[in-house]
């Protein structure tokens, strides 16, 4: 990212710890107050909403949808009864595409890319490639999806069993999902990593989580083994020299 095409910050509000890009050329210092304005604004909904409904903080099952939930909530809720996964597991995903959109909408941004705890929500004018970051696993960063104009917007979300505190009863190094929706990328991740308890699954499960129709492309790493699949192309990364086929 460290190029003139991309002006990057971060935002940090409670556990919410956002990196934001945007094309340099509409970047102005109102877009990093105005993101965590958002943070601020959307942390306070889910906040309001765990008050009511406390079983949607604690809950790894999906739960029918209250009335007159905010967009946001309702979306998570759907996610989760599609993924089979608590509504939490679509948080990240969610507030990454809510704000990704409030900021394009806001001051016009050409490109915009929200990352939220591994889960991006991305809108681009001229291709970009998203490397896999998987622990421990040889195949860490080697693998990427390069992301054309027309593919976006969409986001690409990721869980694993092996990096980070988030809750995973699987043992993926990375399952990464591709969709169109924030909410149902990561209530998908979180279910696909569930699923693989071992690196001969991975390619089992990738084709099981590709007969899903929300979803556009996977990649579950598990220690020297890969399952890729779905419509996104692909690329191998040499650390050492840049991208190659």
């Known amino acids: 990212?460290?190029?003139?095409r991309w002006k990057s910050f971060?935002?940090?509000?409670?556990?919410?710890?956002?990196?934001?890009?945007?094309?340099?050329?509409?970047?102005s210092i109102k877009a990093e107050i105005?993101?965590?304005?958002?943070?601020?604004y959307y942390r306070n909904i889910l906040d309001k909403h765990i008050c009511e409904f406390p079983?949607?903080?604690?809950?790894?099952?999906?739960?029918?949808?209250?009335?007159?939930?905010?967009?946001?909530?309702?979306?998570?809720?759907?996610a989760s009864g599609i993924a089979g996964t608590g509504p939490m597991s679509a948080v990240a995903g969610a507030v990454a595409e809510y704000i990704c959109n409030d900021l394009i909408s806001k001051?016009?941004?050409?490109?915009?890319?929200?990352e939220n705890g591994g889960d991006i929500f991305i809108k681009i004018n001229h291709p970009a490639t998203?490397?896999?970051?998987?622990?421990?696993?040889p195949l860490s960063e080697r693998i990427g999806l390069f992301i054309k104009p027309e593919d976006t917007p969409m986001s690409i979300c990721c869980s694993s069993g092996t990096v980070g505190h988030s809750l995973s009863f699987g043992n993926a190094d990375a399952a990464v999902i591709g969709c169109r929706s924030g909410a149902q990328a990561d209530a998908y991740a979180t279910a696909c990593c569930n699923e693989v308890k071992s690196a001969s699954m991975v390619s089992e499960v990738a084709k099981s989580f590709l007969q899903k129709p929300d979803i556009i492309s996977v990649i579950i790493i598990k220690d020297d083994k890969a399952g890729i699949g779905g419509k996104l192309e692909v690329k191998i990364l040499d650390n050492d020299t840049g991208p190659t086929l």
């Open 34 to 40: 105005f993101s965590k304005e958002q943070a601020v």
């Open 1 to 4: 990212m460290g190029n003139a």
């Open 55 to 78: 079983e949607f903080l604690t809950s790894l099952t999906p739960l029918a949808v209250p009335a007159r939930a905010h967009p946001l909530i309702a979306e998570m809720y759907k």
């Open 130 to 137: 998203i490397s896999v970051y998987a622990g421990a696993s």
């Open 10 to 27: 971060r935002v940090e509000y409670l556990e919410t710890d956002l990196w934001i890009a945007v094309d340099s050329g509409n970047y």
């Open 107 to 114: 001051f016009g941004f050409s490109e915009a890319i929200i």
